[in-house]
C-alpha cells in the first residue's frame, strides 16, 4: 500500500519563507509532485522531483531525499495569494498512478 | 478545448438515484484520472485509464461506482443508487504520455439529498 503524510496546517506571513514537508510511504516509487488548490478551485502542477534535489522555479523549490521517502515544498517571499491548500503526490512504481497525500493549508497573514 | 472540462458542474440529486458524471480531457492526452474530494479533505483516487482501459480500479469505493473511456477519450463515471456519503466533488485529470503533470478539470459538485 501507499500512504502519504503532511501536516495539516502551516501559517506564516507575508514576505517570508515556507517549508511543507511531505513523508511517503509506498511499495514503489517514481517521483514525488506539488499541486496547489484555492478553495472552491481545481488542483494546479507546481513541480516534480523524480531524482533527489532540489528543483526551483521562481519563488518555489521542491526537495526529494529518496533514502529517507521525504520531500518538501518551499515557498519563498509569500504573498498573499499563496493561501491555499498544497498537496504531495508519489507517482508509483507502475509509473502512471498517483497517490495523493491529505494536504496541508497555508495561511499567509499581512 | 485548452483544457479539462466536466459536466454538470453541480448535480443534486435523491438518494437513490443513479448519476452519470462526464469528463472531456486534453486532446491527445492518453491517461485519465477521477478523484473525489470532500469538504476540505485530499483527493481521493477512484481509478485511471490508460487509453480506453483501465489498470486500476482499486479506488472505486464500492460496486455502485463504475466508469468507462471511449475512443481514449471522453469518460464517464456512473454511479448507481446514490447514497448521502456519496456527496463530494468529482474531480478528473487528464496527462500525456510520459508527462508528470496532470491536468484537472473544474469537477462536479454532487449533493445527495
Known amino acids: 500500500g501507499q500512504s502519504l503524510e503532511q501536516p495539516s496546517e502551516v501559517t506564516a506571513v507575508e514576505g517570508a519563507i515556507v517549508q511543507m514537508n511531505c513523508t511517503y510511504q509506498?511499495?514503489?516509487?517514481?517521483?514525488l509532485s506539488w499541486y496547489q488548490q484555492h478553495d472552491g478551485g481545481a488542483p494546479t502542477f507546481l513541480s516534480y522531483?523524480?531524482?533527489?534535489g532540489l528543483e526551483e522555479t521562481g519563488r518555489f523549490s521542491s526537495f526529494l531525499s529518496r533514502s529517507d521517502s521525504y520531500g518538501y515544498l518551499l515557498l519563498q517571499e509569500l504573498q498573499m495569494k499563496d493561501s491555499a491548500s498544497y498537496f504531495c503526490a508519489v507517482r508509483d512504481n507502475y509509473g502512471q498512478n498517483f497517490v495523493f497525500g491529505p494536504g496541508t493549508r497555508l495561511s499567509v497573514l499581512p | 478545448g485548452a483544457g479539462v472540462s466536466q459536466s454538470p458542474s453541480n448535480k443534486v440529486t435523491e438518494k437513490g438515484k443513479d448519476v452519470e458524471l462526464r469528463c472531456d480531457p486534453i486532446?491527445?492526452?492518453?491517461?485519465l484520472y477521477w478523484y473525489r474530494q470532500s469538504l476540505g479533505q485530499g483527493l481521493e483516487f477512484l481509478i485511471y485509464f490508460q487509453g480506453n482501459s483501465a489498470p486500476d480500479k482499486s479506488g472505486l469505493p464500492s460496486d455502485r461506482f463504475s466508469a468507462e473511456r471511449t475512443g481514449g477519450s471522453v469518460s464517464t463515471l456512473t454511479i448507481q443508487r446514490t447514497q448521502q456519503e456519496d456527496s463530494a466533488v468529482y474531480l478528473c485529470?487528464?496527462?500525456?504520455?510520459?508527462?508528470?503533470?496532470?491536468?484537472f478539470g473544474p469537477g462536479t459538485r454532487l449533493t445527495v439529498l
Open positions: 486532446s491527445g492526452h492518453t491517461a
Open positions: 522531483n523524480a531524482l533527489d
Open positions: 485529470a487528464s496527462s500525456g504520455r510520459g508527462n508528470n503533470e496532470q491536468f
Open positions: 509506498t511499495s514503489g516509487f517514481y517521483g
